[in-house]
């Protein structure tokens, strides 16, 4: 994505800016055309703005007055940054963008005059940087919208060769030889070819995740990860067949491209692609790996005996552990429920508190703030902050998430009554 320097973009809306007045000052006749010209600049100008303001005086604009200057700055960062919107980094999101900042530019862009006006030719500034950061953040929200319509939304041919050109980097005539129906890439066309090439009426659109997971395979290009809340709430609207499509669309995005996220999965690449695509749902063994990859909480999609099933089979350690924690009046079942590798738990005052599952000695996690200063005299182990040796399903809970956490191995049920007595009682 060759994306133009802020400084450079912000120099070509000043000259944008100076078109703009200079239009504004045939609208109205002197001298109410003279006075709207200048109070629009914030300078005051002799004759056309594009034929005598200097160089130092154009780059004294203040772009601070415009808000057409606040939406440029806002696309060209969320650019910038490989955002998912224009506000929230991590959560897909393509209305606000669309709505308060491209629609206006695009706006702003069709409105500046196309002819010269005075004694420098300054109509090219239209067709410069501030077009192009247009076009990117146009191409981009259609990459985004793919994202964001995988969990219930059958929308998936939303860029062209353009858009991808742009995104990636790579000239046209180089990625129409991997596009096509059969291809890497497969296309799609809409409306009817006319009898002759220049009478050609066909849009030529590309498979969003075709073209997302050539992306993501490409050392160069960017994107930030979704944020896992944001997968989560997403599973609770959708049906099965859209909870497999999103997962595969997300894992594309946090993970890396199909062929590496597919034998992880234990499915093959095409099989990936079509369920990608939603063409059937992952088995149950191969969802389920699916979300521990991605480290988000399946529980929105899984029926309430789902949830009595990952208690069903407890060992008799966990089992006893278990009931220990969901007698206790102090304590309840986290909303989230529970998982096939960790049962959650939380406190009545809001502390979060987890037991990963064993086949002999289950572990009893609280975050370390809560045990440091309660849990004195305790055989604990400290898990630290990290994502790496520790078990990923514990990210789950929000205060467990980048969180250092203190774990107890129950030999004993009664170990685990005192601890939670230390921990629980003084917050009761």
């Not at 005598?52 to 940054?81: T, W």
């Not at 989230?336 to 508190?353: A, F, M, P």
């Not at 990210?395 to 921990?423: M, Q, Y």
């Amino acid at each position: 994505m060759e994306l133009p320097a802020l400084t450079d973009t912000s120099l070509n809306l000043r000259h944008c800016l100076l078109l703009k007045a200079d239009d504004l000052f045939f609208t109205l006749a002197e001298p109410q055309s003279m006075q709207m010209r200048d109070s629009f600049l914030g300078l005051e100008v002799e004759g056309l703005a594009d034929e005598n303001v200097s160089e130092e005086e154009i780059r004294s604009i203040d772009l601070g007055r415009f808000s057409i200057a606040k939406r440029v700055q806002l696309l060209h960062a969320m650019l910038a940054n490989r955002q998912l919107s224009l506000h929230k980094p991590n959560t897909p999101d393509t209305e606000d963008a669309r709505n308060d900042a491209l629609h206006f530019v695009e706006h702003f862009l069709s409105t500046l005059p196309t002819v010269a006006l005075g004694g420098l030719d300054l109509t090219a500034a239209r067709n410069r940087e501030v077009r192009q950061v247009w076009e990117l953040a146009s191409a981009w929200l259609s990459l985004i919208e793919i994202i964001e319509c995988a969990f219930y939304d059958d929308t998936n041919w939303l860029l062209t060769v353009s858009d991808l050109a742009l995104l990636s980097g790579i000239d046209v005539r180089t990625l129409r030889n991997l596009c096509g129906p059969s291809k890497t890439i497969r296309t799609q066309a809409t409306g009817e070819a006319k009898r002759t090439p220049s009478d050609a009426n066909v849009f030529v659109y590309l498979n969003g995740t075709d073209a997302l997971d050539w992306l993501r395979s490409r050392k160069d290009f960017r994107i930030v990860p979704i944020d896992t809340a944001w997968i989560t709430r997403s599973l609770e609207q959708a049906d099965e067949r859209n909870a497999t499509r999103g997962l595969l669309i997300s894992a594309i995005v946090n993970l890396g491209p199909l062929e590496r996220i597919a034998p992880a999965i234990g499915i093959t690449v095409e099989k990936a692609r079509a369920y990608a695509n939603g063409e059937g749902e992952l088995a149950a063994n191969s969802f389920e790996r699916l979300v521990h990859l991605l480290t988000v909480d399946p529980t929105p999609i899984t029926q309430e005996s789902d949830n009595m099933k990952y208690t069903a089979d407890l060992s008799p350690p966990t089992a006893s552990l278990h009931k220990l924690l969901m007698t206790d009046p102090r304590i309840e079942e986290h909303p989230k429920g529970h998982s096939q590798y960790v049962l959650r738990y939380r406190t009545k005052t809001g502390h979060e508190i987890a037991v990963e599952k064993r086949v002999k000695t289950p572990l009893l996690y609280f975050t370390r703030s809560l045990a440091d200063d309660r849990l004195t005299g305790f055989d604990l182990e400290y898990v630290p902050a990290t994502k790496g040796g520790r078990n990923s399903n514990l990210n789950t809970l929000e205060t467990f998430r980048g969180k250092p956490l203190a774990c107890l191995r129950v030999n004993e049920l009664e170990t685990a009554r005192k601890a939670l007595n230390a921990c629980v009682g003084s917050l009761a």
